[in-house]
């Protein structure tokens, strides 16, 4: 089945929002501020894949300092004392969220995988099957954050083929 | 009063043991369904409050609910869904395999206490 409607930015900054209200940013003071799309940010990636009638993948990275901060906010707990273990945690979980909520508005069908992370800075995440097909990007106490979903090459080509 | 957490994420563990713990919960911990189903079985006095995700590896939340909901010593505890699965079939199919209430990811605080207001679980009312 190919799908030729797919959530956008304006979705992924609506979940975002949500998300930055309840975990990170309870407080409203350090809300994520939208940039233009930022290359090689990224030191740190979790990502969710999407398959069924939909299939892709939604990706979260951001810098090591803003994947330290995150899991600080969730676990209320001093940036210094959140370890590796905690990082990889809540960027997995985080990705888990956005792309539970993007299932949401694809068509019934869509299945989300558990979370894969890679916190290693100086590594890459490639989906060589997909493109980007958009990208909230922006910084969030001044460190680089990007929400980004990828479709693949498959679902592009039944779309054109449509 | 006891409430179990199940989710695979320990940071949302931690953030589900704040909120019913700030409630006047003890609260115990479980990474997925299997872990949990066996945490119970060496209880003697049970959880009134089961927060569940729904995604998680070994057994699923889903699978998990049904299984309570099949065993007659666990029959009688609440079961709230907490979970990215917003989709409405799949809030029917949770609530048709026994589920009481349905908390979507992300939650505030406050919307985790007025769903457990709306089971009797706190008084209406409540803030933290």
Known sequence: MSVDTVPTVEDLTEICDQVWASYLDPEGLNPLLPVGPMAGIGEMFAAVSITGSWHGHVVVTCSANAARQAAAAFLVMEPEEVSGDDVADVLGELANIVGGNVKSMLPSGCFVSLPHVVTNPGASTRFPSAVQICELAGTWLDEPVSISMWQSNGDRAEVRAA | ?128
């Open chain 2, 1 to 128: 009063m006891l409430a179990i957490v199940v989710d695979d994420s320990r940071a949302m563990r931690l953030i589900l043991r704040r909120i019913v713990g700030q409630l006047g919960f003890d609260v115990i911990e479980a990474g997925d369904g299997k872990e949990a189903l066996d945490a119970l079985a060496g209880l003697d006095d049970l959880p009134q409050l089961a927060l569940v995700d729904w995604n998680m590896p070994n057994m699923n939340g889903l699978e998990f609910v049904s299984a309570v909901r099949a065993d007659a010593r666990l029959r009688e505890m609440t079961l709230v869904m907490v979970t990215t699965e917003s989709e409405q079939s799949q809030i029917v199919r949770a609530l048709a395999a026994g589920a009481h209430e349905y908390v979507i990811k992300p939650f505030t605080a406050g919307a985790m206490v007025e769903k457990l207001a709306l089971l009797g679980l706190v008084p209406s009312g409540v803030t933290i």
